[in-house]
């Protein structure tokens, strides 16, 4: 098959992320990380102006360190970090330099959900 015959790259069109508490999760998500969106029922649709959104969804949840994590980029890692204990998180990781060349933490939110934090 030529590449001309394959179909275009997929593109992430949203990151659904399941919460027992939708407040406490809008506490992190939006007000931390500053996604900004509505709120319908049992479900927050949340952009940055990107073409990826989060959707975050109140259901039964069962958090993972072996399941997929999300990763964003921040401005001041350090002070997300702070900011992300304070709404309820936990720190896994602390910021640090790694070996590809990222400084990054690895978070919990209060889910217990794995999130990655990437200094910009």
């Known amino acids: 098959m030529s590449t001309e015959d394959r179909a275009p790259a997929a593109a992430l069109a949203r990151v659904i992320i399941s919460t027992g508490d939708l407040q406490r999760a809008l506490?992190?998500?939006?007000?931390?990380?500053g996604y900004h969106g509505d709120v319908t029922g049992d479900?927050?649709?949340l952009s940055n102006g990107s073409a990826s959104a989060i959707m975050l969804h109140r259901r039964p949840t069962t958090?993972?360190?072996a399941a997929v994590a999300a990763a964003f980029?921040?401005?001041d890692l350090d002070a997300v970090v702070r900011?992300?204990?304070?709404?309820?998180?936990?720190v896994i990781d602390p910021p640090s330099d790694q070996p590809w060349g990222e400084r990054m933490a690895v978070v919990r939110d209060a889910d217990g959900h794995?999130?990655?934090l990437i200094d910009r």
Not at 83 to 90: D, K
């Open 83 to 90: 900011a992300w204990e304070a709404a309820g998180g936990s």
């Open 63 to 65: 958090p993972s360190d």
């Open 114 to 116: 794995v999130v990655c």
């Open 43 to 45: 479900v927050a649709t």
């Open 27 to 33: 506490a992190i998500y939006r007000d931390v990380l």
């Open 73 to 75: 980029t921040v401005d």
